[in-house]
């Protein structure tokens, strides 16, 4: 049983990938990130010996701090940032629990992180419909949950990617873009080595919807006329992106927790 302070695997685990995540903070050694340079989904790392420079960006926040066992490193930072007057918690077994339970981690060179910042940046095409909003979800949800993203005209994307050190994303001839019949989407989920059930299913729909192939999941028409509506209801493709999220949100809740629900009338509900 955990302790009042510490969040177990399974805990964490139903909490990443949806808006109620904690802030995660791998504190591990540089010689045990090292060994596995891996991170659980959504974490970034930082040594447990400045973690009290966190604090004032911290405010408000709840945050679970990351060592290798869950023992000395994490329980000291937790402590000394709980002292700061921020909720922190530890991983009950550290990133070895974590790995041993077969729960995802992301490389962390395949995080295209912007020199001496923790922050990616990320440009794309202006008017994003489904690829362009399904990626930003990920990437803030899974990969780093502070990242920024510009959409912009099309012609200009590798300029802007290149003056500004932004990642390009689904543009044509780019790293992060479609790959035979699967889109941008499924390439995250693969670089990232996000195949979980839940987001492979996701990634089925996003396909569909984003190729036209709507044999591949009934859901795909209904997100393709989620994301043209979403489209023609802001002009703003950043406040297009913030509601899209949620849409985002709710797809993937269905993927894990209820794709084999139904929903028929009259209810088979007891009425005695």
């Known amino acids: 049983m955990p302790s009042p302070n510490e969040i177990t695997v399974a805990q964490l685990s139903r909490l990443i990938g949806t808006p109620a995540c904690p802030t995660l903070i791998d504190v591990r050694t540089n010689e045990d990130f090292d060994a596995d340079p891996r991170l659980i989904p959504a974490s970034t790392h930082h040594s447990h010996r400045d973690v009290e420079a966190l604090a004032p960006a911290l405010r408000g926040q709840k945050v679970v701090i990351i060592c290798q ?10 402590a000394l940032l709980r002292d700061d007057g921020i909720a922190a918690e530890t991983l009950e077994g550290g990133n070895v629990a974590w790995r041993e339970a ?3 981690l ?3 060179a395949k995080i295209p992180r912007v020199a001496a910042s923790d922050r990616t940046l990320w440009v794309t095409r202006h008017r994003p419909k489904i690829d362009r909003i399904a990626c930003p979800w990920l990437i803030r949800r899974f990969v780093d949950p502070q990242a920024r993203f510009l959409f912009v005209a099309p012609s200009e994307v590798r300029g802007v990617a290149d003056r500004f050190e932004a990642t390009p994303f689904d543009v044509e001839d780019v790293f992060w873009s479609h790959r035979g019949d699967r889109c941008t989407f499924d390439a ?3 670089e990232f080595s996000l ?3 839940a987001l ?3 990634a089925t729909i996003v396909r569909g919807a984003d190729t036209d192939r709507h044999d591949l999941a009934p859901q795909s028409a209904g997100l393709l006329a989620i994301s043209v509506g979403l489209s023609r209801m802001y002009r703003d493709d ?6 899209g999220m949620l849409i985002y949100d709710a797809y993937y809740r269905w993927a894990r927790d209820a794709f084999d629900e139904g929903h028929d009338w009259p209810t ?3 009425r005695s």
Not at 69 to 78: D, H, I, M, N, V
């Open 106 to 108: 992301v490389p962390e």
């Open 188 to 190: 995250m989920i693969e």
């Open 102 to 104: 077969g729960e995802p």
């Open 200 to 202: 492979k299913r996701l």
């Open 195 to 197: 195949g979980t059930k």
């Open 268 to 270: 088979t509900m007891n």
């Open 238 to 243: 950043i406040v297009q992106l913030d509601a």
């Open 69 to 78: 066992k869950g023992l000395k490193l994490s329980q000291g930072a937790a």
